[in-house]
Structures are given as structure tokens and as C-alpha cells.
T-cell receptor, first 114, second 110 residues
Framework: EPEVTQTPSHQVTQMGQEVILRCVPI?????FYWYRQILGQKVEFLVS????????KSEIFDDQFSVERPDGSNFTLKIRSTKLEDSAMYFC????????????FGPGTRLTVL | KNEVEQSPQNLTAQEGEFITINCSYS?????LHWLQQHPGGGIVSLFM???GKKKHGRLIATINIQEKHSSLHITASHPRDSAVYIC????????????FGTGTSLTVIP
């Protein structure tokens, strides 16, 4: 069964460093999402992406964040200068054009900022 | 104010017990999801509901659109059911994003 994959599973970085989190959505999906879950808190929406542009973003998704679909398969989230409070689990999700309500989640990348 | 509220926050049950987790929401939705998150962190979608009731194995999910309420039931609970169960709604007028509840942490004791 097709699935969303994410790499790495765990990333440790120093404060101020740039990180890129990678996702490979399901191959025929057209809508892509990033979510964040700080330890002990609820999952929060960051950004949605369609047709090579951001379609919606939350207040969390400030200028330090960017997303890109550099090729036909990868979807990346870049944090330019990480802060301690960026430590969280980051989930990628994707959905097909027809499946308006159903998203498939990746296993997540745990980001630890020291 | 959270658009999605879950109860209880934490639940401990003996193996074999019938379990109910509740979700209330305050906004118009086009669908509601029940998700399962295991200690490793990965999220799995259990159900997507827009009306009525769905059953999958020992899991049953119901939704009452008029009352803006959904329940997830687990029959004959088992220790492997121990996980965080999250209610998430897909809002009617935002188009593209989920709003998540805070989750219910379930522990089933053998």
C-alpha cells in the first residue's frame, strides 16, 4: 500500500542552524501539508501546498519557514535559523485531488534543537 | 478557545473493558477524523466520518452532526490499543487544513 515517507526520522541541530526536513508524498497526490507537534501538545497546522505554491499557512509559519517541491517526488520544509522552540515532531501529509477530506500522514521527523 | 475538545484527556482501562472517547467541536465541518498516535509518534488514520457510524474490527466511530459530537468506541480493549487517540476536523470554510484535538492518552492494563 502506498505511504508517505519522511527523512530523517530524528534530526538534532544547534540553535541558529538551518534544517531541511524531507517528505515523499504518495505518488499521485497533489496536495501536501506540514504539521507540527511540540512534545505534550496538540498537532498544529503549518502550511498547505498545491500546484507549486503555498495555498494556506498558519501564524506559526513565519519567514523562518519555507517549503519547496524541488522535483516530482520530494516535498521539503526548511527552517532557516532554528530556535529552541522549533523542537517538535514534524509531520508531512498528502491527499489526492478527489479525496478532499482524507489526508495520509508520514511517520514524522523528530527535530531537536540544542 | 479550542475548536475541538476531547474527553477524557487520560484514560486507564483493564484489558477487555469497553472504552469510549468523546470529541466535541464548535465549527462547521465537512469531515471528522479519528487518528491513532503510538508512542513512537507516527500518526495513523482510523476513521473518516461525515455522518452516521463506521466500524472496523473492534473500533466503532459515530458522529452526530446536529450535536457536533463524535465518539470513538473500543470493544474488548487490549494492551496493544494503548496509544493517543486524536480527533481532527476538516472545516467547511477553510478548504485545506485540519484542526486537532489535544488527544486522549489511553493505557490498557493486562
Amino acid at each position: 500500500e502506498p505511504e508517505v515517507t519522511q527523512t530523517p526520522s530524528h534530526q538534532v541541530t544547534q540553535m541558529g542552524q538551518e534544517v531541511i526536513l524531507r517528505c515523499v508524498p504518495i505518488s499521485n497526490h497533489l496536495y501536501f501539508y506540514w504539521y507540527r507537534q511540540i512534545l505534550g501538545q496538540k498537532v498544529e497546522f503549518l502550511v498547505s501546498f498545491y500546484n507549486n505554491e503555498i495555498s494556506e499557512k498558519s501564524e506559526i509559519f513565519d519567514d523562518q519557514f519555507s517549503v519547496e517541491r524541488p522535483d516530482g517526488s520530494n516535498f521539503t520544509l526548511k527552517i532557516r535559523s532554528t530556535k529552541l522552540e522549533d523542537s517538535a515532531m514534524y509531520f508531512c501529509a498528502s491527499r489526492s485531488f478527489n479525496s478532499y477530506n482524507e489526508q495520509f500522514f508520514g511517520p514524522g521527523t523528530r527535530l531537536t534543537v540544542l | 478557545k479550542n475548536e475541538v475538545e476531547q474527553s477524557p484527556q487520560n484514560l486507564t482501562a483493564q484489558e477487555g473493558e469497553f472504552i469510549t472517547i468523546n470529541c466535541s467541536y464548535s465549527v462547521g465541518i465537512s469531515a471528522l477524523h479519528w487518528l491513532q498516535q503510538h508512542p513512537g509518534g507516527g500518526i495513523v488514520s482510523l476513521f473518516m466520518l461525515s455522518s452516521g457510524k463506521k466500524k472496523h474490527g473492534r473500533l466503532i466511530a459515530t458522529i452526530n452532526i446536529q450535536e457536533k459530537h463524535s465518539s470513538l468506541h473500543i470493544t474488548a480493549s487490549h494492551p496493544r490499543d494503548s496509544a493517543v487517540y486524536i480527533c481532527a476536523v476538516f472545516r467547511s470554510n477553510t478548504g485545506n487544513q485540519f484542526y486537532f484535538g489535544t488527544g486522549t492518552s489511553l493505557t490498557v492494563i493486562p
